[in-house]
């Protein structure tokens, strides 16, 4: 039975979120309701439209458990957010930044530009010590500034334990910045609980939105470090004075909101948001790490194919790759594809990410589609 908000083709199996995910109904019905009210009424409503940017940010708020709607800021994506980070902290020759050798490379371009300042970009092998965080901190040393992480890699689908690197982080006075576009949306997510001082992630993951509007967390003290690289009237903190000389920096995050917000991607977003939160992050972790679970298990079992993604049973997370014993990895996503399975070719292997509202059934139907998959085309 399908997921009354996901009325996807029947000629589909989704299992792509870790990529692009599909709009729920309700998010379709608020584009096209928006749209039908700008044919008719042009902006006459726009303080609805503000209080809906208002509600984007307590939405925002709540699914990152921050400490404040100020501390969220509206972006394009996680490259802008990670890129006001890199090119907003006060670097000197000599600092160095630690990460990993799986980011994606949105958190791998900012800061390796940085190099022409004299800064370091420290790739650990996340392979190399007895845990993931165990691999980040053998590289820190008295010249690291910032860690910078995926929350979840996007090719292995390895997930970190952000708490521990959080107070690693804390106890050496070194930056927390967390890429959390493979969290957001499929599992929880708090940048508290993990103290994190920088933490982005775009809206057409698992989070349901469309493309081009994206969340940029920073707690008051980081946010004061970061030197500004865009300006406009929407950062002032008085916004409507227009004549106001000299102006005032925005105190919360919306100095990194230099013009008119995407308005229409706010419409869309808000409403994929009120399904999750309506839903509960517990809940659709609950279901999501059945499902990877459910996979994992079911690739094991399949003589034909490999998972390459052992997660650790505390660590899991919604993406699952594997290969087929015979069959190549591209000959595997062209068959997958064309009996209708939606997924992605990456981490060496086929990545399927299933989200909440996938059933058991269909997954099955796809793993087994894979494992028929012939040796050649
Ligand atoms: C870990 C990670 N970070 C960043 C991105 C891309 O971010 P954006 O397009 O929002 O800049 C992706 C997209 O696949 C990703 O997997």
């Known amino acids: 039975m399908k997921h009354p908000e996901f009325p996807l083709s029947d000629e589909l199996i989704y299992l792509n979120h870790a990529a692009v995910a599909p709009w729920p109904k309700r998010t379709s019905a608020a584009v096209i309701a928006f749209a039908e009210q700008n044919r008719d009424w042009g902006s006459h409503y726009y303080p609805d439209w503000l209080k809906k940017e208002l509600l984007i940010r307590r939405q925002l708020r709540d699914l990152l458990n921050a400490a404040s709607a100020d501390d969220i800021a509206l972006v394009k994506n996680t490259s802008e957010a990670l890129s006001f980070v890199a090119c907003g902290l006060p670097w000197q020759a000599g600092d160095n930044i630690v990460s990993s050798n799986e980011e994606f490379p949105s958190n791998r371009l900012p800061w390796q530009a940085l190099s022409a300042q004299g800064v370091?970009?420290?790739?650990?092998?996340?392979?190399?010590?007895?845990?993931?965080?165990?691999?980040?901190?053998?590289?820190?040393?008295q010249n690291t500034r910032l860690l910078t992480v995926s929350s979840i890699q996007f090719g292995s689908g390895l997930r970190m334990d952000l708490v521990r690197i959080g107070e690693f982080c804390k106890r050496h006075g070194i930056l927390f910045c967390v890429d959390a576009i493979q969290s957001l949306g499929a599992v929880q997510f708090d940048v508290q609980a993990c103290q994190a001082d920088f933490a982005m992630a775009d809206g057409h993951k698992w989070l349901f939105g469309p493309e081009g509007l994206g969340v940029f967390y920073t707690t008051p003290e980081a946010r004061e470090r970061l030197k500004l690289s865009q300006y406009g009237w929407h950062m002032m903190k008085d916004i409507h004075n227009y004549e106001n000389r000299p102006w005032e920096i925005h105190p919360g995050s919306r100095r990194f909101e230099c013009g008119s917000p995407n308005m229409l991607g706010i419409q869309a977003l808000s409403a994929s948001l009120s399904l999750l939160l309506e839903t509960g992050m517990d809940t659709v972790e609950a279901l999501v790490l059945e499902r990877s679970d459910f996979l994992r298990q079911a690739i094991r079992n399949q003589p034909n194919l490999l998972l390459l993604s052992e997660a650790a049973p505390r660590l899991k997370s919604g993406i699952v790759v594997f290969k087929h014993r015979q069959a190549g990895n591209e000959t595997l996503y062209r068959h997958l594809q064309q009996h209708g399975v939606v997924c992605a070719l990456r981490g060496g292997g086929v990545r399927f990410s299933p989200h909440f509202y996938n059933s058991l059934d269909e997954i099955g139907r796809a793993l087994a589609i894979a494992a028929d998959c012939p040796p050649a085309d």
């Open 120 to 141: 370091e970009f420290r790739e650990a092998d996340l392979r190399s010590a007895a845990t993931p965080e165990d691999a980040l901190f053998a590289l820190v040393d």
